[in-house]
């Protein structure tokens, strides 16, 4: 059995450039990755089969899963005859805006890659997971980057400076579909990607934090009263400052004063079930 991390993602930055002629979005966008992951573990199937074990109920266990997808789609790619057993520990929440489905994908082809000995580079099973999934090439690479295009366009950039990140999801499920739809491009205020590219590269904490934007935020706001309501809350805890990841519904705040941490975690949980006190760790997966 062989065992992939998948950690979760945040959007320091997201913006939405125009509508493409092939009815995506161009988007540009600002990750990095935090410490708070899926487990994936792979395991040989002689039987030929891609079967899927989720510890999480809610989410799917046949094609509609991304993970499977992942392995089908290489198997087909490769004219692999050897099936996989998927089984998914879910750490990370359910449709939060926090890449958990894409990142299992990724840790699936990165693993996949080890398992069927594909002897595929990083950049190789990016642009595969580019045909699953928006987030799936970033994921694939992990640590921070702009993301271009669809997504499938990765410059990686330097780790943001340290600092907690508390992660809160309310008790609501976001759909990506319907926040794009209900997106007006005339309207939104562009986030201040060179100013955050500026900061990453300086290390500059109080920069990063004054330049975070989403421009989905303002709709998942609209359509969800309970984001603006647990943004005010992180701030008036005490959080340095304080965005929507992806199309939500999961809420992040930075802190860097270590004593406030568990005073920002404690408020936020009397008034959502799911939240996290994480790092942000910046690293690169680096295929063996």
């Known amino acids: 059995m062989l065992y992939e991390k998948a950690p979760a993602k945040i959007n320091l930055t ?32 002689h039987d030929g ?20 997808q992942a ?23 359910v449709a939060a805006g926090l890449a958990g489905g894409s990142s299992d994908a990724a840790a699936t082809l990165r693993g ?17 997971g580019a045909k699953i999934g ?39 499920s976001v759909s990506t579909a319907d926040i794009y739809k209900n ?15 500026d900061a990453l590269q300086s290390g500059d904490y109080n920069k990063m934090c004054s330049t975070l934007g989403n421009v989905l ?6 359509l969800h009263p309970q984001v603006v309501i647990l943004k005010k809350k992180m701030e008036q805890f005490g959080a340095d400052a304080v965005l929507m990841s992806g199309s939500g519904p999961t809420v992040f705040g930075f802190v860097r004063q270590e004593a406030r941490v568990s005073r920002i975690y404690n408020g936020l949980k009397g008034f959502c079930r799911e939240v996290h006190a994480v790092r942000m760790t910046g690293e690169r997966f680096i295929l063996d």
């Open 71 to 93: 392995a089908d789609l290489l198997r087909k790619q490769f004219n692999i005859r050897e099936g996989v057993e998927i089984t998914l520990n879910k750490k990370i929440p």
């Open 49 to 68: 089969l891609i079967t899927i074990k989720v510890s999480e109920q809610f989410v799917p266990h046949d094609r509609k899963n991304l993970a499977y």
């Open 183 to 197: 997106l007006d491009l005339s309207s939104i205020e562009h986030p201040d990607t060179a100013g955050m590219l």
């Open 14 to 45: 997201l913006d939405v450039l125009h509508k493409r002629d092939d009815g995506f979005h161009e988007v540009e966008m600002i990750m990095t990755t935090v410490d708070l992951a899926d487990q994936v573990w792979l395991r040989p199937a």
């Open 217 to 222: 935020e303002p709709v998942t706001m609209k």
């Open 134 to 172: 928006s987030d799936v090439s970033f994921c694939v690479h992990g640590g921070t980057a702009l993301a271009k295009g669809r997504g499938e366009k990765i410059q990686h950039l330097p780790a943001p400076p340290n600092c907690w990140v508390i992660l809160a999801k309310p008790a609501i």
């Open 112 to 128: 996949l890659n080890r398992l069927w000995n594909l002897q595929l580079s990083v950049e190789e099973l990016a642009e595969i």
